[in-house]
């Protein structure tokens, strides 16, 4: 089973800065099977990208993605109050799918 | 524009059984494969189960292999998920959620996902 791990596991920055979260995969995972999501408490998450760098529907531009192999970003250009979160990334390999344990992005 | 509701979740036994419903609508639900997704309190999120836009295909994570079926009605434009022996474990909130494609056999992504069902399980 490929293991994602997530970094910092919480973030804390103030609106208007720039936030980039880490997901390191275990083994290579292909970036067509990469995806973040955001989760605010007490809802679902929401897909921000997929493909490792593609936007979903409806997502800010501010919000982007990026790598390959084992290393992924998740880069959040300028900080929105409503972007205080947390984030998940996820993969989709031959074991099945698997999520990363989540950053907090916490405000400052 | 998309909806995914799910229902069926209280509070169970264990060893009981539970099965959770999730109508869609605001898409053509038998063109595209479906999961399930749960969440232990204050937890991480962990993928369930997956079936195919047809229901030809299953996919299910080994925590749950044997004691939990994933089916689909697509005339009822619902999904359902099955769950026996259930276990302490197993206490979670579980969202249904829509896989951008339907032919892929262990499914994508979610781009789409319900508000969920709580499970509880316990004596």
Known sequence: ?108 | QVQLVESGGGVVQPGGSLRLSCAASGFTFSSYGMHWVRQAPGKGLEWVAFIRYDGSNKYYADSVKGRFTISRDNSKNTLYLQMNSLRAEDTAVYYCAKDPLGWLPKGYYFDYWGQGTLVTVSS
């Open chain 1, 1 to 108: 089973e490929i293991v994602l791990t997530q970094s910092p596991g919480t973030l804390s920055l103030s609106p208007g800065e720039r936030a980039t979260l880490s997901c390191r995969a275990s083994q290579s995972v292909s970036s067509s099977y990469l995806a973040w999501y955001q989760q605010k408490p007490g809802q679902a998450p929401r897909l921000l990208i997929y493909g490792a760098s593609s936007r979903a529907t409806g997502i800010p531009d501010r919000f982007s993605g990026s790598g390959s192999g084992t290393d992924f970003t998740l880069t959040i250009s300028r900080l929105e109050p409503e972007d205080f979160a947390v984030y998940y990334c996820q993969q989709y390999g031959s074991s099945g799918h698997t999520f990363g344990q989540g950053t907090k992005l916490e405000i400052k």
